[in-house]
């Protein structure tokens, strides 16, 4: 069964320490739940202290590798994944330990992932001061045929008055948190299939103050198919 | 159709504990609302000052009249002043929430308080449009 894309879900919010999103339908067998978390605050922002699915007493999700900071560390990004999340229709839900400016989650659940091994390393990029309209790139160099890459961008321009993003030829956009406002943080969640060893995941960022920063990671999610060992018998010979 | 001020629980101050809201049918072309929890500011240090005093609000939607609700989100915040990386104040704590399409809608919810007392305002701020920018209108 190839990987597919299920559902997703997003809320964001000003001047919050947590947050947790609608309540979004998981259905499906072999599930997998990938959520990214963008936080923008006047000082570092910290990490969050948890991501769940169902709400704050819900399940745990973990974190893929570590966090980025980016654009003098007034901006964070993170992944993070639930092998196996309930198929139901629940929220997704992030706390920090203190209040931040401003605060986004988008959550993808796909199935016909490996239960198993569901990932491949992700791979991240970042950059500060990009020149608008400009894209956020980033390539995976480790999918295999029938993977499917879901990457995360989180971005945004401290000052400027809006943020849009626009997904690369040959994604799928799944989710996007666009705001109008200031000291905007935006970002998105979109899926491409992997066709060979390399996938390049691709957003066109335009802001208003004619440059933009980001943190865009690539996670490969691998399929439960398995390929059948091909068995050639020989008659035994003693 | 101007976007519209409706508060949930008035300015006043509330007690550690929950305090819910009253089932509201929010009217047929509603499609999206900014929930709002009153910050501290400098025109006003009443209102929620304490950086300890925490307060949750949670929103659930019924499409069939009150029978099932489902979550339709939360936000979580402390208390005292926050200033954007622009240094601007920021009056509320807010989300945006779209609401699924239906008749009949009702929207009701919850705050839950911990260390308080507060001082505060909980609003929504209903809009037509989906997807784009609400505008607040000021208190």
Known sequence: MPIAFDNSGKADADAVSSLESPAWLISGSNRHLVVGVGVIEITTPPDPSSVKRNGSGGTNLTQNGSSILFDSSQYRGSIWELVAPAAANETIYVALAETCYRVFIIGCSFTGVNQITPTRTRTTNNATNEADPGPATVTCANTALNDLVVDFLACGQSGGTATNVAVGAGQTERAVVESPDLDILAGGMSTEPATGSSVTMTWDVTATLGVHHYALFGLPLIPTDVTPLRVVSSPLRW | ?139
């Open chain 2, 1 to 139: 159709m101007a976007a519209q001020r409706i508060d949930l629980l008035p300015l006043a101050i509330y007690l550690d504990g929950s305090q819910t809201f009253v089932p509201r049918v929010i009217p047929d072309n509603i499609v999206g609302l900014v929930l709002e929890l009153q910050r501290c500011t400098m025109a006003d240090l009443t209102v929620w000052p304490n950086p300890l005093t925490h307060l949750w609000a949670r929103m659930e939607l019924s499409l069939d009249g009150g029978l099932t609700w489902i979550a339709a989100g939360g936000i979580g915040s402390f208390g005292g002043i926050s200033i954007s990386p622009g240094n601007i104040e920021v009056a509320d704590s807010c989300l945006k929430i779209d609401l699924l399409p239906g008749l009949g809608r009702m929207l009701r919810g919850q705050i839950d308080v911990t260390n308080g007392p507060i001082r505060t305002t909980v609003s929504i701020v209903v809009d037509v449009v989906r997807g784009g920018r609400i505008i607040r209108p000021p208190r």
